[in-house]
């Protein structure tokens, strides 16, 4: 059960490793892009070029998707980034149980977007969990964890990638201490527990008033989505990538732009100067800072704004 990108190397790890996939469960298509097309999820696509069986799981559909499930008497159920909360009788249906993929280090940042605020709040380490899935918000026994180091300029975007091919070698590894009964299940300590709630575009805005390092985490971790967003003038922008320039302080208004460099724009902060190197227009592609300067005229004392 999954749909995103960041389920497919789950999904292939478990083709590969010759676990036998009697069903793949996604969410519904839907319309997306300019021309409002709909899309099948990732894991839909994917599930369809390995001709797997594959349905969708939508409003409404719970107690249809449960009998279908519970029909095909699966040892297991495994469920990576799939946007719904399993409910009875399917939790404790299976005899191994329903196995979960989750992209942090459990109990820090249960919830649905743990990269991107990992991320945002300077995290220097993520990691996936391999949890068996209780009636909570991935609250259940840990069954194994392994730990990766966030890279200074590393973004949500590639991070969850990364993540996403460490957690399927790690369910595969846990599937087959679970099948010899070679896995002691952790609870958790909710003490240490922090929540991290689906991502919006209220998110967006930056606030140039913040030190620098909150700023670029900022940057990072909502890359690619929702994205960081300032004002130039009237043009929105997205700032889509950024690094630390200095940590001191100038005496200006923060978002005030302090230089023009050949790699990018630097901008005050509330405390220390970043430096601006890839910004996007709305509807428009990606681009350097030097190739933005080109289509819009920029000059130190110029000012971000949000």
């Known amino acids: 059960m999954g749909s995103p990108e960041f389920a497919v190397p789950a999904l292939d790890a478990l083709i590969e490793a010759r676990f036998e996939i009697r069903l793949v469960v996604t969410q519904p298509d839907r319309r997306a892009g ?4 709909l899309e099948e999820t990732a894991v839909k696509q994917a599930a369809k070029a390995h001709r797997l069986p594959v349905i969708d799981f939508g409003r409404g559909d719970a107690g249809a998707v449960t009998e279908q499930v519970l029909a095909q008497e699966p040892t297991a159920v495994v469920v990576v980034a799939f946007g719904h909360i399993l409910k009875e009788p399917l939790l404790s249906a299976p005899p191994l149980g329903c196995i979960n993929v989750h992209a942090s280090l459990l109990p820090r940042w249960r919830g649905v977007s743990p990269i991107q605020f990992a991320i945002m709040h300077g995290d220097a380490w993520s990691g996936v969990t391999i949890m068996h899935m209780d009636a909570g918000v991935d609250t259940g026994p840990i069954l194994a964890q392994r730990a990766v180091p966030i890279l200074p300029d590393e973004t949500a975007g590639e991070l969850a990638e990364k993540l996403s091919g460490q957690g399927a070698d790690l369910l595969v590894h846990t599937l087959r201490s679970l099948e ?5 299940a952790h609870p958790q ?3 240490g527990a922090v ?3 689906k991502l919006t575009r209220s ?3 930056i606030r140039w008033d913040r030190s620098v390092t909150v700023v670029h985490n900022q940057i990072r ?7 960081s967003t300032s004002f130039l003038g009237e043009q929105l922008v997205k700032i889509i990538q950024a690094q630390p320039f200095s940590y001191r302080t100038e005496s200006v208004i923060a978002g005030t732009i302090l230089g023009l460099e050949k790699e990018g724009i630097c901008v005050a902060c509330g405390e220390g100067i970043l430096m601006v190197t890839g910004l996007q227009r709305p509807g428009g592609k990606p681009l350097s800072a030097a190739q933005f300067r080109q289509g819009y005229e920029i000059q130190p004392g110029d000012v971000f704004h949000s």
């Open 34 to 37: 300019r021309g409002r097309r």
């Open 189 to 191: 300590n909710d003490e």
């Open 203 to 205: 998110l967006a805005p």
């Open 195 to 197: 929540y991290a709630p």
């Open 180 to 184: 010899a009964n070679k896995v002691v």
């Open 221 to 227: 971790g909502l890359q690619p989505y929702p994205g």
